[in-house]
């Protein structure tokens, strides 16, 4: 599992405002938090007015660090890559179906040899509601990136995320697109996420416990990579016990078996687990929550 850095995120306040000012230590804390990620995610908006030309400033401080480059200015990205030695190594954070940002990223996608990440959405589609409709966009990016040469294993692509508090059947549909996207193509592509849109709007201590479940379900769907709060060390850890399937606790063992039954095509109803025991209750109701087995609340740990 690819641990990509969130913590850079031009929707934060205070990490806009050290942007606009180049608060050098301000940002290289925020990197120091992200020494155990992969990559980091650089997530610069627009690029525009105080912003423009960010990279320049931005890329040196991240001292070789694998980078993410996020914006929705298409030409900012081109030109940060540029910036970058470990071009191969890096991420291109989005591409769309819409047809300009297609031709322009997935171009400098083939000549910078970086990785794509795709949305499976367009301007005109806007979020697809199920998982056949986001699938269908997948293909069309797909043919997109195969006539440009890009490989397989340098494509990502995000069924995107939606707030469980918000539409509660989307998380679902995040995880059926995840398992469509590994079972269709040969070689296999990459998926992706961001994991903190799972818990957006829903109350501050439900937030770690709801993206630790959600992570582990998407990773038994066969999620490959995940843009995640470099913080949440538990979050760290639980990814990579899923990796190395080595448990150091019952709770681990829990979420070893979730996994594995969306993997296996499972049933939630047949996992055992300790009732006696909160915190694996409280695991339980959330994957419940997440695969709309049971009706969200903020309050549903408490039923």
Not at 13 to 35: G, M, P, S, Y
Not at 56 to 64: I, Q, R
Request: one cysteine or more.
């Amino acid at each position: 599992m690819l641990l990509i850095g969130e913590n850079i995120h031009i929707i934060s306040k205070t990490v806009r405002k050290a942007l606009e000012n180049k608060d050098e230590n301000f940002i290289k804390n925020l990197i120091k938090i992200q020494e155990k990620m992969d990559c980091i995610d650089l997530n610069i908006g627009p690029a525009r007015g105080k912003l423009d030309k960010i990279f320049e400033w931005l890329v040196p401080l991240t001292n070789g660090k694998n980078i993410s480059f996020d914006s929705t200015n298409a030409e900012a990205i081109v030109q940060g890559l540029k910036l970058v030695q470990n071009s191969e190594n890096c991420f291109i954070n989005s591409t769309s179906n819409d047809l300009e940002r297609l031709e322009t990223l997935t171009d400098c996608a083939l000549s910078s040899k970086c990785n794509l990440i795709a949305l499976t959405m367009s301007n005109q589609t806007g979020i697809p509601k199920t998982a056949d409709e986001r699938l269908e966009i997948v293909f069309e990016i797909y043919e997109k990136c195969m006539e440009k040469g890009i490989e397989n294993n340098k494509i990502f692509f995000d069924p995107l995320i939606l707030p469980v508090q918000a539409d509660q059947l989307q998380s679902l549909e995040a995880l059926n697109t995840i398992k469509m996207i590994k079972e269709s193509f040969e070689p296999q592509v990459n998926t992706i996420i961001g994991l903190s849109n799972i818990s957006n709007g829903s109350p501050k201590h439900l937030r770690p416990l709801i993206n630790r479940v959600f992570g582990v379900l998407a990773y038994g769907a066969g999620l490959d990579a995940v843009i995640m709060d470099a913080k949440d060390e538990e979050l760290i850890r639980t990814f990579k016990i899923l990796d190395k399937k080595s448990p150091e606790s019952k709770i681990d063992e829990l979420y070893l078996n979730l996994s594995e039954m969306i993997k296996n095509f499972g049933s939630l109803e047949d996992i055992k687990f300790d009732k006696n025991n909160i915190d694996e209750q409280n695991i339980i109701k959330t994957a419940a929550v997440l695969l709309n087995k049971t009706i969200y609340s903020d309050s549903f740990t408490q039923v």
